[in-house]
């Protein structure tokens, strides 16, 4: 067994059995001679129950999670006609959530599938697990500030009602309001002039952010590039390895077998001389009474 596949068996254990199952699987490495990959193991953290239920959502409900992290590829390649999908895909994984929270015998609370849902964004917001292995998470992820490139792990911000006043007018209100008129235009244009520069300033910084967010997004692209390189070149040569030993015991059959061969002919030649000789007393012996 290799360490890798040993975490992503610990991972997909049931919670409660997390601990004994990790000391299991350390125990197997150590039988196999990776000590360091043991050790390595058995320190690994046990997930909380939000994070648990994410990784099982990896395992066993690939179809749903890849769901997720294709509209999650559109809206941070600019396409925000992918939002309703992705609030879909989310609301999917989160009924699973549920119902696997049910099966396991865990409460499925409102607190939990928050957690569940804030880590599914931040999932989405980095493009996958990195820096962990996928469906390895040992803790809850808090999602990156990613509604600034349209996506959103909560509901959407009720718009406050605009109530307009009841209109009271008496004639000398109307001649307050007709003195103060210059001076509201001009606190108006003051004011105009003001909301265009904080305007113009939100506009940059949220620009600002928005390329953040895309460097950032390349940064953790190129990061899982290179992981999952070297996870082919692990897995590649673990694969030549498990070959090469097979090779060998095979080998080393032939030549079990090939010495076998041999001791069996030279039995049979013994044999087959033993019946010459046999044959050879007998037709003496024949002679002999015939005479």
Not at 15 to 20: A, E, K, L
Not at 120 to 125: F, R, W
Not at 183 to 198: F, I, P, Q
Not at 247 to 276: F, Y
Request: hydrophobic letters at 35%.
């Amino acid at each position: 067994m290799r360490y890798a596949d040993a975490v992503a068996e610990l991972y997909q254990t049931p919670h409660p059995s997390f601990v004994p199952e990790r000391k299991r699987l350390a125990g197997e490495l150590k039988a196999a001679g990776d000590r360091e990959g043991a050790a390595k193991l058995a320190k690994l953290p046990r997930p909380p129950i939000s994070a648990w239920v994410v990784n099982q959502l990896y395992w066993h409900a690939r179809d749903a999670f890849e769901a997720l992290m294709k509209t999650a590829d559109k809206l941070r390649g600019g396409d925000l006609g992918a939002t309703g999908k992705h609030r879909e895909a989310m609301a999917a994984l989160r009924e699973r959530a549920a119902a696997m929270l049910g099966d396991a015998g865990h409460a499925a609370t409102e607190s939990t599938l928050r957690r569940v849902t804030q880590t599914l964004s931040a999932l989405a917001a980095n493009g996958g697990f990195e820096p962990d292995l996928p469906g390895t998470l040992a803790e809850d992820r808090d999602p990156p500030g990613f509604e600034a490139i349209g996506i959103s792990s909560g509901k959407p911000k009720p718009v406050p009602e605009k109530h307009e006043p009841p209109a009271k007018h008496t004639r000398k209100s109307s001649e307050t309001h007709g003195a103060h008129d210059g001076h509201a235009k001009k606190s108006s244009e003051t004011y105009g002039a003001h909301d265009e520069l904080k305007a113009a300033r939100e506009a940059a910084a949220a620009k600002a952010k928005q390329r953040e967010h895309e460097q950032a997004a390349k940064r953790a692209q190129e990061l899982a590039e290179k992981k999952r390189e070297e996870q082919v070149r692990v897995q590649k040569a673990a694969e030549r390895h498990r070959i090469e030993a097979a090779l060998r015991t095979a080998e080393g059959e032939v030549a079990s077998r090939e010495r076998q061969v041999a001791a069996l002919k030279k039995q049979l030649r013994d044999a087959e001389h033993a019946v010459d000789t046999a044959k050879k007393i007998a037709k003496d012996l024949a002679r002999t009474l015939d005479d």
